[in-house]
């Protein structure tokens, strides 16, 4: 790759980086929107995610007095690893814009970083609630990474890469190993659907409760970047499974109107998924949180059993 290729590409991705980040509160507005019509509610407006950033913008930040460091680089460090990830991701093109971290090993170490400082940040804060919820996270952390790294590394030994590329052009080719490829996807569709905080196991909206507690402390544009990334984060995982799992219309070389048609085709799929995450959410009650290790294991059960039809070839 040449000198003048390796700065587009980094561009392209700096570009694919701050579409998600911009996108990332409508799609937040559209599942509290769904939630609400699902429930025949009024609910509120789909654009409400971004007026109260703005709202929290330009309002004092607050932090405890038993606060250290941590507490505040914490949604600076979350928000930048998420847009790492956003950089990486060949959501648009075939080819990953930012290609050196456009591993799926990088990706699993940038995801446990977020959820890292996520719940350091509740720990740092010094409340007891905000504690609370962040061993909350990290148990939650404990029961899903496992199934999402699995259902990953099944597709990598099925394309011999690890590059989340090659890994999407061999998916898109064709599934040399059918079965084994099709359990990988629900897999990582059940720890995505996890991942982006919704019922039976999480409300992404859920402030007050345990889910969210780490943000208790939070206030101004420290809580204002807080909510900012786990709406990112709902997004991001959304486009890595479509990433790697759904590789259809994606711009093969990057022109001008390639990149405008693999644009408008993601912003398609994102819709899709988000309003069956909505229906698949809004289909169940919530659950105790002390059970969600026994949903969890079915997941799981779900990764090492195509990782199982992989080593007999299926």
Known sequence: MTQHSLWFALLCGLIQAIILLVLAPFFAGLSRVLRAKMH??????IWQEYRDLVKLMARQEVAPSGSGSAFRIAPFILLGTLLVVAMALPMITVQSPFFAGGDIITLIYLFAIFRFFFALAGLDSG???AGIGASREMNLGVL???????????????AG????????HTLAQSWQFPTATALALIACA?????????????VAEAEQELQEGPLSEYSGVGLALMKWSLSLKQVVVAALFLA?????????SPTFIGVIGGFVALLIKLVVVFVLAALVENAMARGRFLLTDRVTWLGFGIAALAFVFFLTGI
């Open 161 to 168: 890469s690890t590059n989340i590329s090659l890994i999407s």
């Open 190 to 202: 059940f720890a995505v659907f996890i991942e982006m905080g919704k019922i039976p196991f999480d």
């Open 144 to 158: 899903v990474e496992p199934t999402l790294m699995l259902s990953l590394i099944v597709v990598a030994l099925i």
């Open 244 to 252: 790697i799992f759904i590789p259809f219309g994606k711009s093969v």
């Open 40 to 45: 025949t509610r009024k609910g509120p407006p």
């Open 127 to 129: 409340s007891p609630f």
